[in-house]
Nanobody, 116 residues
Framework: QVQLVESGGGLVQPGGSLRLSCRAS????????MTWYRQAPGKQRELVAAITTGGSTNYADSVKGRFTISGDFAKNTIDLQMNSLKPEDTAVYYCNAADGTIPDYWGQGIQVTVSS
């Protein structure tokens, strides 16, 4: 089992920045990818950014150039630096870890609200 805990969410004005962190614990040795997803009210959950143990990253088109995912798998943490935030970035953000088992592991989610 893998446990994931997110931190760093909150309320920020448009154009501002936030940094989310996700820490994994438990049976973490086989984790090969960690991902941030988000879900806005009335919408489906969507991938925001992902990073593998090899350092490969990918981003949703809507956040490219504004968000940066980084990871320290030795410390079992990943971060999501979010800059130039927009109201449409408002959502619950979820950390996900994949180690080949089904289903994947999910954190409890953390609220990010972008509003003036």
């Amino acid at each position: 089992q893998v446990q994931l805990v997110e931190s760093g969410g909150g309320l920020v004005q448009p154009g501002g920045s936030l940094r989310l962190s996700c820490r994994a614990s438990g049976s973490i040795s086989k984790i090969y990818r960690m991902t941030w997803y988000r879900q806005a009210p009335g919408k489906q959950r969507e991938l925001v950014a992902a990073i593998t143990t090899g350092g490969s990253t990918n981003y949703a088109d809507s956040v490219k150039g504004r968000f940066t995912i980084s990871g320290d798998f030795a410390k079992n943490t990943i971060d999501l630096q979010m800059n130039s935030l927009k109201p449409e970035d408002t959502a619950v953000y979820y950390c996900n870890a994949a180690d080949g088992t089904i289903p994947d592991y999910w954190g409890q989610g953390i609220q990010v609200t972008v509003s003036s």
